[in-house]
C-alpha cells in the first residue's frame, strides 16, 4: 500500500531511520505539544515511531489549518528551515499522544553530506514532488476526489485524525466533509 507522504514510498530513508534510532533520543509528545512551533530554526529531526503529527499554520484570524501530516515510520521537522537557517513557517504537533526518536538537523546533514549530492537531490525533489502533487490536487481535483484518494492512500485516517483536521487537510468545512460522507454512505462518489 502507498505511503501517507509520496517520497517514502521512492527514497530509501533506512539509513536517515537508523540515525535517529542510533543517535537520537526517544522523546514522547502528548496531544497539542509542538514538536516545533512557527518562527523557530527547525533544529531536529525525528522519526515518528508512534502517533501522528500535523503542521499546521495560522490565517490572519488565528484559524488553524492543518497542511501536512506524519505517521508511524515517517518523519517530522522542517529540513529547509534547518538548511537555510530561517524560522519556519509551520508548526509541528502531535496529534495524539506520540513517540519520536529526535536527532539534531546537523546530525542528518552530516549524512546526507556523507552520502553525496544525489542522496541530497533524491531527498529534496522526493519532498518537494510530494507537496507539488498536492498542490496540483487542489486544483485538478474536486474536493470529492480528494477526500477518496486520502481514504484509498491512508483507510484507517478517519479512526486517527479528527474530521476537522482532515476537512482541513482537504480545505473543506467540516460540514462539506459530513456531505462527502454521507455521499458515499449513500453509495455515491459525486463531483462534490
Known sequence: MAQFNHY????????????????GELREYARDEAFLRIGEVSEYLGFVESGYFKYVVRTADEVERVVGLSFENDYVGDINSALAGSPTEVSVVAGQRSRVW????????ELVSEKGLGYAMGIEVSLFRTLYTRYLDM?????????????????DILQRVPLRELASFLCITPVHLSRLRKSIARGGVANE
Open 139 to 155: 486544483y485538478r481535483l474536486t474536493p470529492m476526489e480528494r477526500y477518496v484518494k486520502i481514504l484509498t492512500m491512508y483507510p
Open 8 to 23: 517514502l514510498d521512492v527514497l530509501d530513508l533506512s539509513e536517515v531511520r537508523a540515525l535517529c534510532m542510533s543517535r
Open 102 to 109: 529526535t536527532v539534531g538537523m546537523g546530525d542528518f546533514i
